[in-house]
């Protein structure tokens, strides 16, 4: 029992010590007029590639910036550099999950009178994301369909704080016994108010609604800030 209660202990204070630099993250961003989403799926869900196609249909009137989040290599921080946005990478070197001090460091590294949005791609996981404020406006979560209809039911806090849902890879609905209708109910019964996005990052179906939602969040965000 002391052992189970000095592990609370712990947690609750790594977490009490994450939201306050979260609170001075969301303050910067704030202050610079920059809408931060926090971008949280598992593995290969398709998150990396979303970035990749909705950077484009944001047009050059739109600024944006991206923190990759990944365990190690450069990979996904080089593919979006592909799409000549200002782009930095933090590896957790183990973590499952990107912190508020973390993204706090690289702060610095971004113009931020040229950034509009700040898109922070987390690593791959929809556990421990879901507890860490990075200090982001919202969360957003990519999920693949062939991951199975029953994960929102699985992990319920993740969908419960998000704004929006990405499903990715419709264009493989046929070849799954993925019932939509199910996993749409469930997420409604998380949280009736989260936006919900089928899309395909393969054939483009889906994501300029997506964009345009994405495009009047930051304008409503700059207005109201």
Known sequence: MESNRREIEVMANLLSSN????????AHFRK???????????????????????????????????????????????????QEVPVIQINTGG??????????KVLPEFNWQATDLMIIENVGNLVCPADFDLGEAFKVIVLSIVEGDDKPAKYPVIFRNAKAVVLNKMDLETFTDVNMN?????????NPDIQIFEVSCRNGDGLEMWTNW??????????NG
């Open 19 to 26: 939201d306050i630099q979260a609170e001075v993250n969301r």
């Open 32 to 82: 610079n007029h920059c809408l931060a989403i926090n971008v949280i799926g598992s593995p290969g869900a398709g998150k990396t590639a979303l970035l990749e196609k909705t950077l484009p249909l944001l047009g050059v009137d739109m600024k944006v910036g991206v923190i990759e989040g990944d365990i190690f290599t450069s990979k996904d921080a080089d593919r979006i550099a592909a």
């Open 95 to 104: 973590g499952c999950h990107l912190d508020s001090k973390m993204v706090s």
């Open 182 to 190: 199910n996993m749409k109910q469930d997420i409604l019964a998380i």
């Open 214 to 223: 994405l495009r009047r969040e930051v304008t409503t965000y700059q207005k």
